[in-house]
């Protein structure tokens, strides 16, 4: 009788011993690994996420933004682009680009993003081929509108999938690096426009036909390059490619979790998902980006017809003074993403942008030498760009959930394409050749951006304080069970 209670008593011990250990959280300091080995780790993360989908969104903005170089090349005479009609071609794009991106992070999060990204990215580089075949401006609108739906779901996807790799003052120099690589296909898109351009008259096929066909077969083939190289959610247990072990798997998803306690979406339901849309601030992030693409898309669209008719380049030229630009656009990315991730800073470092933006865009329109003007082309596409990873970052860092989280990258990449129809207006061809409403618009949306980053700032101070006193949970919607601590950014 005795030893039968002596054995009751031992294993309820050790049932409460393993109660407890289940009951505690687990810690990043838990798996013992050292300073080396997780600086190693984070490295093989750099190396396998942050380029491959860099070298993705690489294609991606050059596919969607090669239209003006093709423009230059001959296609504006081949299709007949006269009146609005080419910025009819550029507008219609944004349209099914931003209908189709908000289930985009959550079909993201279901099929996994090796699978969803790398087929999106096979099937919208067909779609460039076949844009190199088409006879009227009508078949090159259609094949537009399909490029928008299939591009809808690369950007809101990476930059959630990116989100969930790293701890808050992490993502900032990843997002400026993935969004630099971007820069460097913008940086050298004329140049290779215009190299492929040479190949007129081939199969007798126009210059600006080859342009689309050849960076068409280049997107298949980094797609096809993806689907092997492209990781899933660090809390994912689908199959990877040679990739990360279990063991440093769950490293990664404890420190995430103990940064912002939110590694593990809920799961999911349509009615919390759309919940996150009653948040002022996450509209605030929309907007701030709505502003900054404006701006960027319509120098995207726009600067090799700036370069030609405002400032009297002749067409090669025009193609590769895009690039210069460009270039110091990815330093400036990435030293504002340094000093914003090593300062916690967000909302300064989109303030210093904008500065550029301000002090360059008079620059291009009223300076009277076309060497000054070029000067303010620089300034405004470094301030410009930048803000791209700035307000990933800043909006990336001050929300807390993963489906508040793909609600907010959903919605913040619609106002991006909302702002590329914008951009796609701004510069009208009546307004040739110095193009001063279309400054005076990209002017307004950086000055908005201002005023809105300094309101959310002010927020973000009230509301730290009241955490700090003890009033409130920030970014807490009372069923998900966060770890409290957590603060804005500003």
Known sequence: MSSSSEKVGVENVEAAVADQAKAAPVTADDFGFTEKEQRSIIRRIDRRLVLTVGALYCVSLM??????????????VDLELTGNRYSIITLVFFITYVLFQPPSTVICRKVGPRIHLAMITILWGGVMIGMGFVKTWEQMTAMRLLLGVLEAGFFPSSVYLLSTWYTRYEVGKRN??????????????????YGIMQMKGLRGLNGWCWIFIIEGIITILLGIAGYWLLVDFPDSKRKEWSFLGSREKEWICA?????????????????????????????????????TTTVTYALAYFMPVILMQNMGFSVGESQCLVAPPYAF??????????????????????????????????????????????????????????????????????????????????????????????????????????????????????????????????????????????????????????EPGFRYTY
């Open 329 to 482: 656009a990815g330093i400036v990315t990435y030293a504002t993403g340094w000093a914003g991730d090593k300062y916690k800073l967000r909302g300064p470092i989109i303030l210093f942008n904008c500065v550029l933006c301000m002090v360059g865009l008079p620059i291009i329109g009223w300076a009277s030498s076309p060497a000054v003007r070029y000067f303010g082309i620089f300034l405004t596409t470094a301030g410009a760009n930048s803000n791209i990873p700035a307000a990933m970052s800043y909006q990336a860092n001050n929300i807390r959930g993963q489906w508040k989280r793909a609600f907010c990258s959903a919605s913040f990449v619609s106002f991006g394409g909302i702002g590329g129809i914008a951009g796609s207006l701004v510069f009208r061809s009546q307004d040739a050749p110095n193009y001063r409403p279309g400054l005076y618009a990209c002017f307004a949306t950086t000055g908005l951006t201002m005023i809105i980053v300094c309101l959310l700032s002010l927020e973000f101070k009230r509301q730290n304080r009241k955490a700090d006193r003890g009033e409130k949970e920030l970014e807490a919607e009372g069923e998900e069970d966060y």
């Open 176 to 193: 400026s690096v993935f969004y630099l690589v971007g820069c460097v296909a913008s940086a050298f898109s004329g140049i290779l426009a």
């Open 63 to 76: 596919d969607r933004t090669n239209l003006g170089f093709a423009n230059i090349a001959g296609m504006s």
């Open 255 to 291: 420190r995430v979790n103990a940064d912002r306690g939110d590694v593990t979406p809920q799961k999911f339901s349509l009615a919390s998902y759309l919940k996150a849309g009653a948040d002022l601030k996450v509209w605030g992030y929309a907007m701030i980006f709505f502003n």
